[in-house]
Protein backbone atom coordinates (compact mmCIF):
# COMPACT_ATOMS: atom_id res chain seq x y z
CA UNK A 1 0.00 0.00 0.00
CA UNK A 2 0.90 3.68 -0.42
CA UNK A 3 1.62 5.49 2.49
CA UNK A 4 0.09 8.98 2.62
CA UNK A 5 3.84 10.35 3.66
CA UNK A 6 5.10 8.41 0.83
CA UNK A 7 3.16 9.79 -2.06
CA UNK A 8 6.20 9.98 -5.01
CA UNK A 9 4.49 9.58 -8.83
CA UNK A 10 6.73 9.62 -11.94
CA UNK A 11 5.29 10.54 -15.43
CA UNK A 12 6.95 8.80 -18.61
CA UNK A 13 5.73 10.69 -21.55
CA UNK A 14 4.49 14.01 -21.41
CA UNK A 15 1.83 14.59 -23.71
CA UNK A 16 -1.70 15.51 -22.98
CA UNK A 17 -2.41 12.58 -21.59
CA UNK A 18 1.14 11.94 -19.82
CA UNK A 19 0.78 15.74 -18.25
CA UNK A 20 -2.93 16.12 -17.46
CA UNK A 21 -2.08 12.95 -15.52
CA UNK A 22 0.66 14.24 -13.51
CA UNK A 23 -1.17 17.30 -12.82
CA UNK A 24 -3.88 15.81 -11.24
CA UNK A 25 -2.21 14.05 -9.06
CA UNK A 26 0.34 17.03 -8.20
CA UNK A 27 -3.47 18.85 -7.27
CA UNK A 28 -4.28 15.50 -5.43
CA UNK A 29 -0.70 15.76 -3.13
CA UNK A 30 1.59 13.75 -4.77
CA UNK A 31 5.56 15.11 -5.55
CA UNK A 32 5.57 14.66 -9.60
CA UNK A 33 8.95 14.11 -11.67
CA UNK A 34 8.48 13.26 -15.07
CA UNK A 35 10.54 12.30 -18.28
CA UNK A 36 10.11 12.65 -22.21
CA UNK A 37 12.01 11.86 -24.95
CA UNK A 38 11.55 15.57 -26.08
CA UNK A 39 14.31 18.07 -23.64
CA UNK A 40 12.20 21.00 -24.71
CA UNK A 41 9.05 19.29 -23.46
CA UNK A 42 10.63 18.11 -19.88
CA UNK A 43 11.84 21.75 -19.59
CA UNK A 44 8.71 23.19 -20.33
CA UNK A 45 6.54 21.08 -17.84
CA UNK A 46 9.40 22.10 -15.31
CA UNK A 47 8.87 25.40 -15.79
CA UNK A 48 5.03 25.51 -15.84
CA UNK A 49 5.17 23.54 -12.44
CA UNK A 50 3.64 20.44 -14.03
CA UNK A 51 6.52 17.89 -12.57
CA UNK A 52 9.10 18.97 -9.52
CA UNK A 53 11.80 16.95 -11.39
CA UNK A 54 12.83 14.17 -14.04
CA UNK A 55 14.57 11.51 -11.83
CA UNK A 56 13.09 8.27 -10.87
CA UNK A 57 14.02 7.00 -7.46
CA UNK A 58 13.82 4.51 -4.91
CA UNK A 59 11.05 6.85 -2.98
CA UNK A 60 8.85 6.49 -5.92
CA UNK A 61 5.78 4.20 -5.22
CA UNK A 62 3.71 5.35 -8.40
CA UNK A 63 4.70 5.03 -12.49
CA UNK A 64 2.71 5.74 -15.00
CA UNK A 65 4.03 5.34 -18.54
CA UNK A 66 1.77 7.37 -21.01
CA UNK A 67 4.11 6.79 -24.41
CA UNK A 68 2.57 5.63 -27.68
CA UNK A 69 1.10 1.80 -26.76
CA UNK A 70 4.05 0.46 -28.89
CA UNK A 71 6.50 1.49 -26.30
CA UNK A 72 4.77 1.07 -23.24
CA UNK A 73 6.07 -3.08 -22.57
CA UNK A 74 9.43 -2.08 -23.29
CA UNK A 75 9.77 0.68 -20.88
CA UNK A 76 7.19 -0.85 -18.02
CA UNK A 77 9.57 -4.11 -17.98
CA UNK A 78 13.04 -2.02 -17.76
CA UNK A 79 11.58 0.33 -14.86
CA UNK A 80 10.84 -3.11 -13.03
CA UNK A 81 13.37 -4.84 -13.74
CA UNK A 82 15.38 -1.38 -12.25
CA UNK A 83 13.56 -1.41 -9.15
CA UNK A 84 13.55 -3.85 -6.98
CA UNK A 85 10.77 -1.52 -4.42
CA UNK A 86 7.93 -4.15 -3.91
CA UNK A 87 6.11 -1.19 -2.96
CA UNK A 88 6.22 0.24 -6.18
CA UNK A 89 3.12 -0.07 -8.62
CA UNK A 90 3.04 0.82 -12.39
CA UNK A 91 0.68 1.27 -14.64
CA UNK A 92 0.16 2.79 -18.29
CA UNK A 93 -2.43 4.75 -20.43
CA UNK A 94 -2.45 2.88 -23.75
CA UNK A 95 -5.88 2.37 -26.03
CA UNK A 96 -4.66 -1.03 -26.70
CA UNK A 97 -4.15 -3.60 -23.30
CA UNK A 98 -3.69 -7.49 -25.29
CA UNK A 99 -0.40 -6.73 -26.53
CA UNK A 100 1.11 -5.08 -23.36
CA UNK A 101 -0.44 -7.43 -20.71
CA UNK A 102 1.41 -11.07 -22.39
CA UNK A 103 4.37 -9.22 -22.23
CA UNK A 104 4.90 -7.53 -18.61
CA UNK A 105 4.82 -10.52 -16.25
CA UNK A 106 5.80 -8.61 -12.71
CA UNK A 107 2.80 -8.65 -10.42
CA UNK A 108 3.69 -5.07 -9.85
CA UNK A 109 2.39 -3.94 -13.33
CA UNK A 110 -1.13 -3.17 -13.49
CA UNK A 111 -2.56 -1.87 -17.12
CA UNK A 112 -4.67 0.85 -17.28
CA UNK A 113 -6.51 3.26 -20.00
CA UNK A 114 -8.36 6.32 -19.28
CA UNK A 115 -11.49 7.08 -21.94
CA UNK A 116 -10.53 10.81 -21.88
CA UNK A 117 -9.18 13.21 -24.43
CA UNK A 118 -9.19 16.71 -25.87
CA UNK A 119 -8.93 18.43 -29.20
CA UNK A 120 -6.23 20.09 -27.39
CA UNK A 121 -2.62 18.89 -28.41
CA UNK A 122 0.67 17.88 -26.29
CA UNK A 123 1.82 19.52 -23.02
CA UNK A 124 0.02 23.35 -23.43
CA UNK A 125 -3.95 21.27 -23.70
CA UNK A 126 -2.90 19.49 -20.01
CA UNK A 127 -5.76 19.77 -17.46
CA UNK A 128 -5.20 18.57 -14.16
CA UNK A 129 -9.59 18.49 -14.53
CA UNK A 130 -9.45 15.94 -17.28
CA UNK A 131 -9.83 13.03 -16.23
CA UNK A 132 -13.01 13.92 -13.84
CA UNK A 133 -16.19 11.58 -14.56
CA UNK A 134 -13.91 9.98 -16.88
CA UNK A 135 -14.42 5.97 -17.21
CA UNK A 136 -10.84 4.64 -16.16
CA UNK A 137 -10.38 1.08 -17.62
CA UNK A 138 -8.14 -1.15 -15.43
CA UNK A 139 -7.01 -4.85 -16.59
CA UNK A 140 -6.55 -7.06 -13.93
CA UNK A 141 -5.26 -10.67 -14.68
CA UNK A 142 -4.91 -14.02 -12.50
CA UNK A 143 -1.83 -12.45 -11.19
CA UNK A 144 -2.99 -8.95 -9.82
CA UNK A 145 -2.43 -9.06 -6.20
CA UNK A 146 -5.77 -7.58 -4.61
CA UNK A 147 -3.72 -4.33 -2.80
CA UNK A 148 -2.23 -3.54 -6.44
CA UNK A 149 -5.83 -3.37 -7.81
CA UNK A 150 -7.53 -1.11 -4.18
CA UNK A 151 -4.21 0.83 -4.48
CA UNK A 152 -4.41 2.43 -7.77
CA UNK A 153 -8.50 2.31 -7.97
CA UNK A 154 -7.86 4.26 -4.94
CA UNK A 155 -5.69 6.71 -6.29
CA UNK A 156 -7.76 6.55 -9.60
CA UNK A 157 -10.77 7.77 -8.10
CA UNK A 158 -8.83 10.32 -5.67
CA UNK A 159 -8.27 12.49 -9.80
CA UNK A 160 -11.60 12.47 -10.43
CA UNK A 161 -12.06 8.94 -12.60
CA UNK A 162 -14.57 5.74 -12.36
CA UNK A 163 -13.00 2.66 -12.60
CA UNK A 164 -14.08 -0.40 -14.53
CA UNK A 165 -12.33 -3.75 -14.96
CA UNK A 166 -12.50 -5.93 -17.77
CA UNK A 167 -9.44 -8.91 -19.01
CA UNK A 168 -7.25 -7.58 -21.19
CA UNK A 169 -8.48 -9.11 -24.16
CA UNK A 170 -12.31 -7.66 -23.96
CA UNK A 171 -10.89 -4.33 -23.21
CA UNK A 172 -9.79 -4.40 -27.00
CA UNK A 173 -12.80 -5.88 -28.56
CA UNK A 174 -14.61 -3.09 -26.88
CA UNK A 175 -12.72 -0.70 -27.42
CA UNK A 176 -12.35 -1.08 -30.85
CA UNK A 177 -16.20 -0.10 -31.04
CA UNK A 178 -16.63 1.99 -28.23
CA UNK A 179 -13.35 4.37 -29.36
CA UNK A 180 -11.26 3.12 -32.39
CA UNK A 181 -13.29 2.48 -34.98
CA UNK A 182 -15.62 6.29 -33.96
CA UNK A 183 -12.47 7.71 -34.75
CA UNK A 184 -11.85 6.77 -38.01
CA UNK A 185 -15.48 7.40 -38.78
CA UNK A 186 -14.82 11.39 -37.51
CA UNK A 187 -11.87 11.28 -39.49
CA UNK A 188 -13.17 9.73 -42.55
CA UNK A 189 -16.84 12.49 -42.26
CA UNK A 190 -14.60 15.35 -41.94
CA UNK A 191 -12.05 14.24 -45.05
CA UNK A 192 -15.32 13.88 -47.22
CA UNK A 193 -16.21 17.09 -45.96
CA UNK A 194 -13.63 18.80 -46.60
CA UNK A 195 -13.12 17.59 -49.82
CA UNK A 196 -16.86 18.57 -50.92
CA UNK A 197 -15.90 21.74 -49.53
CA UNK A 198 -13.14 22.00 -52.21
CA UNK A 199 -16.19 22.53 -54.57
CA UNK A 200 -18.64 23.82 -52.39
CA UNK A 201 -16.95 26.13 -49.76
CA UNK A 202 -20.33 26.96 -48.46
CA UNK A 203 -20.69 23.29 -46.76
CA UNK A 204 -18.06 23.78 -43.95
CA UNK A 205 -20.54 27.16 -43.03
CA UNK A 206 -23.67 24.76 -42.87
CA UNK A 207 -22.29 22.50 -40.63
CA UNK A 208 -24.21 21.81 -37.69
CA UNK A 209 -23.96 21.04 -34.27
CA UNK A 210 -24.45 17.07 -35.27
CA UNK A 211 -21.35 17.36 -37.69
CA UNK A 212 -19.32 19.09 -35.52
CA UNK A 213 -20.38 17.07 -32.53
CA UNK A 214 -19.77 13.99 -34.59
CA UNK A 215 -16.72 14.99 -35.82
CA UNK A 216 -15.29 16.48 -32.96
CA UNK A 217 -12.36 13.90 -32.15
CA UNK A 218 -11.07 14.38 -35.44
CA UNK A 219 -9.39 17.53 -33.65
CA UNK A 220 -7.35 15.37 -31.54
CA UNK A 221 -3.78 14.68 -32.18
CA UNK A 222 -3.30 12.21 -34.88
CA UNK A 223 0.60 11.35 -34.05
CA UNK A 224 -0.84 9.22 -30.95
CA UNK A 225 -2.80 6.89 -33.31
CA UNK A 226 -1.49 5.05 -35.82
CA UNK A 227 0.18 2.81 -32.81
CA UNK A 228 -3.25 1.92 -31.36
CA UNK A 229 -5.15 1.65 -34.16
CA UNK A 230 -2.83 -1.27 -35.57
CA UNK A 231 -2.23 -2.81 -32.06
CA UNK A 232 -5.80 -3.04 -31.89
CA UNK A 233 -6.49 -3.83 -35.88
CA UNK A 234 -8.21 -7.37 -35.77
CA UNK A 235 -10.91 -6.18 -33.58
CA UNK A 236 -11.06 -2.50 -35.41
CA UNK A 237 -11.35 -4.53 -38.68
CA UNK A 238 -14.45 -6.70 -37.47
CA UNK A 239 -15.91 -3.39 -36.58
CA UNK A 240 -15.83 -1.81 -39.15
CA UNK A 241 -17.21 -5.47 -41.44
CA UNK A 242 -20.15 -5.18 -38.98
CA UNK A 243 -20.55 -1.36 -39.60
CA UNK A 244 -19.86 -1.51 -43.10
CA UNK A 245 -23.03 -4.42 -43.66
CA UNK A 246 -25.28 -2.27 -40.97
CA UNK A 247 -24.75 0.88 -43.46
CA UNK A 248 -25.64 -1.26 -46.32
CA UNK A 249 -28.81 -2.28 -45.04
CA UNK A 250 -29.39 1.54 -44.52
CA UNK A 251 -28.45 2.35 -48.18
CA UNK A 252 -30.29 -0.30 -50.07
CA UNK A 253 -33.71 0.52 -47.79
CA UNK A 254 -33.02 4.25 -48.98
CA UNK A 255 -33.05 3.30 -52.62
CA UNK A 256 -35.67 0.51 -52.12
CA UNK A 257 -38.14 2.97 -50.25
CA UNK A 258 -37.85 1.04 -47.23
CA UNK A 259 -39.19 3.21 -44.58
CA UNK A 260 -39.75 0.86 -42.01
CA UNK A 261 -36.16 -0.15 -41.78
CA UNK A 262 -34.73 3.12 -41.33
CA UNK A 263 -37.04 4.28 -39.04
CA UNK A 264 -36.70 1.37 -36.99
CA UNK A 265 -32.99 1.94 -36.92
CA UNK A 266 -33.19 5.26 -35.72
CA UNK A 267 -35.61 4.58 -33.19
CA UNK A 268 -34.09 1.76 -31.67
CA UNK A 269 -30.83 3.77 -32.08
CA UNK A 270 -32.73 6.75 -30.02
CA UNK A 271 -33.58 4.55 -27.10
CA UNK A 272 -30.31 2.96 -26.97
CA UNK A 273 -28.20 6.14 -26.72
CA UNK A 274 -30.98 7.63 -23.95
CA UNK A 275 -29.77 4.42 -21.48
CA UNK A 276 -26.19 5.01 -22.32
CA UNK A 277 -25.44 5.02 -18.38
CA UNK A 278 -24.30 8.89 -16.79
CA UNK A 279 -25.98 8.97 -13.32
CA UNK A 280 -24.23 11.00 -10.81
CA UNK A 281 -24.09 9.34 -7.40
CA UNK A 282 -23.90 10.88 -3.47
CA UNK A 283 -22.12 9.13 -1.13
CA UNK A 284 -25.31 8.52 0.70
CA UNK A 285 -26.40 7.11 -2.42
CA UNK A 286 -24.09 4.23 -2.06
CA UNK A 287 -24.08 0.85 -0.52
CA UNK A 288 -21.03 -1.57 0.63
CA UNK A 289 -21.07 -5.11 0.07
CA UNK A 290 -18.43 -6.99 1.70
CA UNK A 291 -16.89 -10.17 -0.23
CA UNK A 292 -14.57 -12.93 1.27
CA UNK A 293 -11.98 -13.92 -1.54
CA UNK A 294 -9.86 -16.66 -1.46
CA UNK A 295 -5.59 -16.09 -1.69
CA UNK A 296 -6.38 -18.15 -5.22
CA UNK A 297 -5.16 -16.41 -8.64
CA UNK A 298 -7.93 -15.09 -10.37
CA UNK A 299 -10.27 -13.94 -6.99
CA UNK A 300 -10.16 -10.54 -7.23
CA UNK A 301 -10.49 -10.63 -11.13
CA UNK A 302 -13.72 -12.32 -11.14
CA UNK A 303 -15.04 -9.88 -8.22
CA UNK A 304 -14.35 -6.57 -10.65
CA UNK A 305 -15.32 -8.46 -13.69
CA UNK A 306 -18.69 -9.46 -12.29
CA UNK A 307 -19.20 -5.93 -11.84
CA UNK A 308 -18.31 -4.46 -14.87
CA UNK A 309 -20.11 -7.22 -16.95
CA UNK A 310 -23.41 -5.88 -15.31
CA UNK A 311 -22.33 -2.00 -15.63
CA UNK A 312 -22.15 -1.78 -11.86
CA UNK A 313 -19.27 1.06 -11.20
CA UNK A 314 -17.07 -0.24 -7.87
CA UNK A 315 -16.83 3.44 -6.46
CA UNK A 316 -14.18 2.40 -3.81
CA UNK A 317 -12.57 -0.76 -2.71
CA UNK A 318 -10.77 -1.67 0.42
CA UNK A 319 -9.18 -4.72 1.70
CA UNK A 320 -9.07 -6.64 4.86
CA UNK A 321 -6.10 -9.11 4.52
CA UNK A 322 -6.87 -12.32 6.58
CA UNK A 323 -3.99 -14.80 7.66
CA UNK A 324 -1.54 -15.70 5.28
CA UNK A 325 -2.76 -18.57 2.98
CA UNK A 326 -6.70 -18.18 3.79
CA UNK A 327 -7.46 -14.66 2.12
CA UNK A 328 -9.31 -11.93 3.06
CA UNK A 329 -11.89 -9.71 2.55
CA UNK A 330 -13.01 -6.48 -0.02
CA UNK A 331 -15.60 -3.78 1.05
CA UNK A 332 -17.24 -3.06 -1.94
CA UNK A 333 -18.78 0.46 -1.95
CA UNK A 334 -21.51 0.52 -5.16
CA UNK A 335 -25.01 2.41 -6.46
CA UNK A 336 -27.33 1.44 -3.64
CA UNK A 337 -29.89 0.68 -6.51
CA UNK A 338 -27.59 -1.52 -7.89
CA UNK A 339 -25.90 -3.58 -4.67
CA UNK A 340 -28.38 -6.49 -4.63
CA UNK A 341 -27.71 -7.46 -9.05
CA UNK A 342 -24.32 -7.35 -7.92
CA UNK A 343 -24.48 -9.08 -4.42
CA UNK A 344 -26.66 -12.38 -6.55
CA UNK A 345 -24.13 -12.29 -9.40
CA UNK A 346 -21.21 -12.67 -6.88
CA UNK A 347 -23.36 -15.45 -4.86
CA UNK A 348 -24.05 -16.97 -7.99
CA UNK A 349 -19.73 -16.96 -7.98
CA UNK A 350 -19.50 -18.80 -5.22
CA UNK A 351 -18.20 -15.85 -2.92
CA UNK A 352 -19.35 -15.20 0.33
CA UNK A 353 -21.04 -12.15 0.18
CA UNK A 354 -23.11 -9.65 2.96
CA UNK A 355 -24.60 -6.36 1.94
CA UNK A 356 -23.07 -3.70 4.96
CA UNK A 357 -26.42 -2.35 6.52
Do not use: Y
Given at each position: MISPNNRYGHVIGLGLI?????LALRDAGWTVTGDDLIPETVQAALDAGIIQGRE??????????????????????????ANANPALLVT???GVKSAIVAQVKDPRFLGGHPMAGSEQR???????????GCNWVLTPTDATRPEVYSTLHGILREIGANVVAVSADDHDR??????????LL?????NEAAEAAEQDAVLLQLAA???????RVAAGDPSMWPDVLFENRVAIT???EALEARLEQLRLALETNGRDMVEKSLHTASEARRLLPGRALNSENLAYIRVVISDQPGSLAAVTRAASELLINIYDIEIAHGIEGVGGTLLLAVDAQQASRLQEALSELDFKVAQEK
Open positions: GASVALGADHTLVVVATPAGAVATIVNEVLADVAGLKGARADLFQLVALASHVPHAGALMGGFRDMTRTL
